[in-house]
């Protein structure tokens, strides 16, 4: 009678399972979007429009008859410039932390201020050059990088308005490093086979490869009358201090409440001040931070079957059901690269929706664009609460958002 009445109650508990909602999925043919006809428009080679507009199929998340974000006008925003496109590059890290900087010197000081990306892109590339030379050659050369990377460069060089230094030469109007991040490698590829490693020779070098596609940065510049170099620039008119930000990860590999280095390819100069704590108290951290008026820079995998064509990304109950969700779950699929650190985004509102959060994501890529140049959507993701707590890996965030538990780092 005992195992009669455990089976029962094993089949009830089986049972309370799939009474849970079981999502559906549909197969989705690929067609070309704002990558192909915008960014890629007259400079793709003809082998590459015939590879963009060869039918693919994609399984996605089905979300019809949800009730899901529509509208970014749902949402409690808070400022920040509208959303550009990084063009054909891999730069989403400069892009999305500096929106982010925006905002943060909009919340701080009331100015509206464009910042230049690429000013931060071009020294970001001396400094890999520089240590790819110091390394011998084996530490990563890539358009890649992480949300300190920019803290790293503000340190180092400062910061720069966009009408200083918007990097587009020759009358472009969409960013395309497909053939400078290809000579910069090739190069410095040489460089390693020859040995070759003086380190004046090679960073004058990558800087004039760079010139010559995205130009050289101005030493000094106006801004509203007044003349500045980067640092100065920084420190007066924007008034941000590198130092008040803080990267925040939570991962089982290392100890909880110590810092640690986040093992990407993208961290390639080795960073292991990133601040790893559990992830009830990340999530805490995220959700405190967007609701007190602090925007965040998030990092994480946006290459999943639960992002939508209407820029809708959840979990499906088919990959994982909301209540599995656990530290053991997320670290699973970072260990079998099923999430990976694949892209920077601004996290910029929130909205409270039948008893769930969700997240206003500010994007740079163009997948966030396929909904329409019309449409107010264009350039943002509706994020679910699930999605960040499973996908999302690190995030930057103000000092005073980590107030509360930082007691716990010390001791």
Known sequence: MKKLILSALGILSLSSVYAQQQDKASFIEAKPGYYQNTIMKGIATEEEKEAANKNQTYMKMDITGMDVPTSVDEFTTYWRNNPISQGNTGTCWSFSTTSYFEAEINRQTKQQIKLSELFTVYWEYVEKARYFVQTRGTSNFDEGSEANGVVRIMKMYGAMPMDAYDGLQDGRKIHNHAKMADEMRTYLNSVKANAAWDEETVLKTVKGIMDHYIGTPATTFNYNGKNYNPKSFLNEVCKLNPNDYIDVCSLMEKPYWTTMEYKVPDN????????????????????????????????????????????????????????????????????????????????????????????????????????????????????????????????????????????????
Not at 308 to 327: G, L, Y
Not at 328 to 347: I, K, P, V
């Open 268 to 411: 390639w100069w080795h960073n292991s001040d990133y601040h790893n704590v559990p992830l009830d108290v990340f999530m805490n951290i995220v959700n405190t931070s967007i609701k007190k008026g602090y925007s965040l820079t998030i990092g994480g995998d946006v290459s999943e079957p639960g992002f939508n064509i209407s820029n809708v990304c959840q979990v499906p109950s088919w990959d994982i059901p909301s209540a599995s969700i656990t530290p053991e779950a997320r670290q699973f699929r970072f260990y079998n690269h099923t999430t990976t650190d694949d892209h920077g985004m601004h996290l910029v509102g929130y909205l409270n929706k039948n008893g769930k959060v969700w997240y206003l994501v500010k994007d740079s890529g163009a997948g966030s664009r396929n909904v329409g140049g019309e449409n107010k959507n264009f350039g943002y993701y509706f994020f679910s609460e699930d999605y960040v707590k499973l996908k999302i890996m690190d995030v930057l965030v103000h000092k005073d958002m980590l107030q509360d538990y930082m007691y716990n780092f010390k001791h």
